[in-house]
């Protein structure tokens, strides 16, 4: 499995990058675009939108199916990446490079509640099983 | 457990990733879905489509048992060799299979029928003829693997693979097939592309297999074949159609023959029926994928996606659904995407036929 160990990650299948300027950004991982297969679009989240940790905020839809997109922690969208409305296939050529939105967390602590990629491993073998 | 075709171990060779169809294991893909359409809509791809059941209808009866049990006529074909496509009706005229029935000799014809209601078909049939005591056997075989190899290329790479195919195929037009010792060719498909359908023993299947690819046929899995029969506008049966629709609510009027006085299983409820939805073609003026089980608003009152992904060969979302029988080519309606309404233009099927793109483009918004 390709799992960066920079990353953390969360159990529904999203990826933790934390940038230089504070903020972080979000995509999913290299096993979620493998199983969805072709993506074929994107729905980011709105600029500016404050997410709780979990909530549903935006949607990867591949050639068979829509897969819902959920903040790995609190905070308000800073950025999305524009890039993939018309590039959505980048994702499973580069799930970690195409990051789908930036957060500024809220709450710097729950940074600490993500999976790092070892236990994320764990999480995707055990549903595998 | 997961039933298996003749091909699974070649399948898992190349990597393909197996899903539960319909209690069948098969592949969705081999890497890239999109790929693989493309691959059919510009050379050549081989499908394994042996979960598919052929039933070879055989006896002095088989015709008189045949006008009676399908909505199409099988006196339309009048030589050993044509093809009909045809739906199995039940008394309220509700649709409980498509198939495709050939006329392979004298007293004698194969018609092939969905995975999902193969079981279901037999019984109905077993029943038909037993009340009407025609004089024909049925007889399922699950001995032959099924292949569909399409494509505008697909017919000579079968001919470079498979050279003994060549003079016995080499002269049909579309929908006719020909029997070449123990292999049965049919130049019918499910992808609005030229090819070949074959019927072979189950021992040959994997010999026959690896030489189309040797061919330089890409093997294709049930995920590009949805995607190309989408833009083929082709209906695909327990999605677009089930028992609780007509054929004129499926865009398959065309398929029903009540010329004559022939009877036929369903047609007295069809004399009677005012069809008050159709299935018609949507293409997304948006950027989103259109799904099945979407609310369509029109003019005219609802309706309901039945089919619906992104089509490779536009580039853009794509649907089939049944919305009010008012509603007409050219119109605009709205679909109902995560509680959005987005735009679409209807059309009609097909969307692609033979590579060509046949629905003029829908100008973008935002």
């Known amino acids: 499995m390709n799992l960066p160990a920079d990353l953390k990650y969360s159990k529904t299948h999203e990826w933790v990058r934390a940038e230089a300027d504070g903020t972080l950004s979000v995509g999913i991982t290299d096993h979620a675009q493998e199983m969805l297969g072709d993506i074929v679009f994107v729905e980011p989240p709105e600029v500016g939108r404050k997410l709780a940790a979990g909530a549903e905020c935006a949607v990867v839809e591949s050639v068979k199916a829509a897969a819902d997109i959920y903040a790995p922690v609190s905070g308000e969208v800073v950025a999305v990446n524009a890039a993939l409305a018309d590039a959505p296939q980048s994702i499973n050529q580069d799930a970690y490079g195409a990051w789908i939105f930036r957060l500024k967390p809220g709450n710097a602590e729950e940074i600490g509640s993500l999976l790092d990629a070892a236990a994320y491993a764990r999480v995707v073998e055990a549903a595998e099983k | ?366």
């Open chain 2, 1 to 366: 457990m997961l039933r298996q075709t003749p091909l699974n171990a070649a399948h898992r060779g190349l990597g393909a990733r197996l899903v539960d169809f319909g209690g069948w294991e098969m592949p969705l893909h081999y890497g890239s879905q999109i790929e693989e359409h493309h691959r059919v809509r510009r050379g050549a791809g081989v499908f394994d489509v042996s979960h598919m059941l052929a039933l070879d209808i055989a006896g002095r009866g088989a015709r008189a048992f045949l006008r009676y049990a399908l909505a199409n006529d099988v006196e339309r074909l009048k030589f050993p060799g044509r093809a009909l496509y045809a739906c199995l009706l039940n008394e309220a005229g509700g649709i409980l299979d498509d198939l495709i029935v050939y006329f392979t000799g004298e007293g004698r014809y194969r018609a092939v029928v969905n995975a999902g209601t193969a079981d279901k078909d037999l019984a109905w049939l077993e029943s038909l003829r037993s009340r009407r005591s025609d004089a024909a056997a049925i007889e399922p075989r699950r001995d032959l693997c099924l292949l569909a190899v399409q494509g505008p290329d697909a017919r000579a790479r079968v001919w470079q693979a498979l050279p003994e195919l060549r003079a016995a195929s080499e002269g049909l037009a579309p929908f006719h097939a020909a029997e070449c010792g123990e292999v049965f060719v049919a130049r019918t498909g499910y992808t609005g592309e030229d090819g070949f359908e074959l019927a072979l023993p189950a021992a040959r299947a994997e010999a026959v297999w690896h030489a189309l690819l040797r061919a330089g046929v890409s093997p294709c899995g049930l995920g590009a074949r949805d995607t190309l029969r989408l833009e083929a506008g082709m209906n695909l049966y327990g999605q677009d159609m089930d028992e609780t629709v007509t054929p004129a609510e499926s865009n398959l009027a065309w398929t029903v023959d009540l010329s004559g006085a022939r009877e036929f299983a369903g047609r007295q409820a069809l004399e009677k029926e005012r069809p008050q939805r159709r299935l018609v073609g949507l293409v997304l003026a948006e950027r989103g994928v259109l799904r099945a089980h979407q609310r369509v608003a029109t003019a005219y009152g609802d309706g309901l996606t039945t089919s619906g992904s992104f089509a490779p060969t536009l580039g853009r979302s794509i649907a089939l659904a049944r919305v009010p029988a008012q509603a007409s080519a050219g119109d605009t309606v709205q679909v109902e995407i995560r509680e959005r309404l987005l735009r679409a233009r209807v059309v009609r099927p097909p969307f692609v036929r033979n590579g060509r793109i046949l629905v003029e483009p829908v100008e973008e918004s935002k």
